[in-house]
């Protein structure tokens, strides 16, 4: 008796299922298709984006070999090329090296070309940073000092990420300024920091031993 029962539900189950697909078989296919389709798409994307990428780091190191060969201007036109799309990692490398090359005879229009850099939402907040430090070393002795002063304490603050060179540049400002407190606070604030680079603690060290002792140096 058991086995008609089974043998029932297991008929009734079936003319559900067939109806289940009769029913809905045009939309369960164009599912399935859609789903073959963008899976299709998403590899070719993804293969498009790999091959992007090795192609910009070619062009990346060409440039690079360029300028060790000692051919800056095609090294410099060759960076300048990749800068865009500006979202892709190579392209804002690229703008990195641009930048520091322009800020070692221009120390102005190089603080320019790293603001911009930490003023785009599309570079990674990390780097965004970096840029800022790049600009303050290059802006701490011209007309804007003071300011730039401003913006590096901030990035100065205890569990900022780059706390400790912004430490080190506020320190040896202060002490190209002769103002050896101030000079005192931050290099104090880097041998107590217990995350700081024992290269930088001994320099903040060495610094400051001078400085409490009344015998400034000019870094």
């Not at 201007?73 to 300048?80: D, I, M, Q, R, Y």
């Amino acid at each position: 008796m058991a086995d008609i029962f089974r043998e029932v539900d297991e008929e009734v189950r079936r003319d559900r299922a067939l109806e289940f697909w009769t029913k809905y078989q045009n939309y369960l296919i164009g599912l399935a298709v859609l789903i073959i389709i963008a899976t299709t798409g998403w590899r070719a994307w993804d293969s498009w984006k790999i091959r992007k990428a090795e192609a910009l780091g070619s062009r990346f190191q060409t440039a690079l070999n360029l300028e060790r060969e000692g051919k800056a201007e095609e090294a410099n036109s060759a960076l300048k090329d990749m800068f865009e799309p500006s979202e892709s990692g190579y392209a804002i490398l690229a703008r990195f090296k641009v930048a520091g090359t322009l800020g070692e005879k221009d120390a102005e229009a190089g603080a320019k070309a790293f603001d911009a850099l930490a003023a785009d939402p599309k570079v990674d907040p990390v780097l965004q940073d970096v840029a800022r430090l790049r600009s303050a070393m290059l802006k701490l002795n011209g007309p804007d000092a003071a300011e730039t002063r401003r913006r590096l304490e901030g990035m100065a603050a205890a569990g900022q990420p780059f706390r400790h060179t912004a430490r080190e540049l506020l320190a040896v400002s202060a002490l190209e300024a002769e103002d050896y407190d101030a000079a005192g606070k931050w290099l104090d604030m880097l041998v107590v920091d217990q995350q700081t680079p024992a290269g930088l603690r001994q320099r903040a060290e060495a610094l400051l031993g001078l400085v409490t002792t009344g015998n400034p140096a000019t870094p």
